[in-house]
């Protein structure tokens, strides 16, 4: 018997590519593709398009500008993600040990990346593993590896005060070993990269994925869209260059002048990356600066940009679902869907407003 009542979602559902649907059932938290029996009058029923639940990809659950939030904080953050309709998160990196999330299911799921891998006075400070030898990367990379959920954040580049601009952190060959042991160690590793000198170097270690890629150049891109490697523009974080550079005014020219072109060009690279095939990822960068529950914002950013609204919502649900290995979701899967009144495909705005947020069978949110 069931334990929760029927739902009934009904309208338009798009469980994935060429797999629409007219109506759908969830009981006991699972999803059925046909009519239950003996469906009592407490059926929940939705009226909608529907989706697999949004995924962000670059989500820091468990930190703040400052660093470190408790673990109440980080349930407030994740509970802002989840009620805006992000069902799965790929942390990308947190100083928080969040392992106790997946214990909790009325939270989204989480793919932990343990903690960001840098060097100390080269980024955000109480964030990261700060490592005092580069020749340490390797080790701390297979550490993380064994802590997280398949993933491994290295901080490929960050200012150099010395230097007065954006440089490396690591050396070529250190970062090639780092990513064989990533893999050795069954995980995928990806990499925050602002400037264009850190790239090339990361493509040609064999990096998975890269964070940022604000300093990519057309070859990068074409590079990228040969190996595969995706690439997650976080425009949110990027239309805060400008503010950074007008810190940097006067004690780092060299820095500012960088931030405020790349700023500039954010929506023609990111344009650039899809006429070229670069699998684009949707993420926030909440965590740091941004408040959780944008996902919405961001890709809003993103059709801005040029990529049409229709490719923006498949790669902020069912394509990422799959390429992050979550499962689709099919017949007795994890009913794990948003609802909306109308279309996002045609009026990405309409991400704003969920009109219902269904979360392993359970509904927790209604406009």
Known sequence: MSQRPVIHVHGEITLGEGREYGDVWIEDGRISLT????????????DGYAFPGLVDVHCHIGLAADGAVTDTEAQDQAIADRDSGVLLVRDAGSPLDTSWVAGRPDLPRLIRAGRHIARPKRYLRGFGDELEDVEQLPDAVAREATRGDGWVKVVADWIDRDHGDLTPLWPDDLLAEAVRRAHANAARMTVHTFSTEAVGAALAAGVDCIEHGTGMTADHIAEAAVRGVPVTPTLL??????????????????????????????????????EAGVRILVGTDA????????????CAELVAAGVPAADVVAAASWRTRAYLGAGEVVEGASADLVVYAEDPRTDIDVLRSPHAVILRGVRYTQA
Do not use: C, K, N, W
């Not at 009519?35 to 939705?46: F, H, N, Q, V, Y």
């Open 237 to 274: 974080q990027v239309a805060q260059f400008e503010q950074i550079a007008a810190q940097a005014d006067g004690r780092f020219p060299a820095f500012a002048a960088r931030m405020r072109a790349m700023h500039v060009r954010r929506y023609e690279q990111v344009r650039q990356m899809y």
């Open 35 to 46: 009519r239950p029996s003996g469906l009592t009058a407490d059926m929940d029923r939705i």
């Open 287 to 298: 965590g740091g600066t941004i408040e959780h529950g944008q996902i919405a914002r961001e």
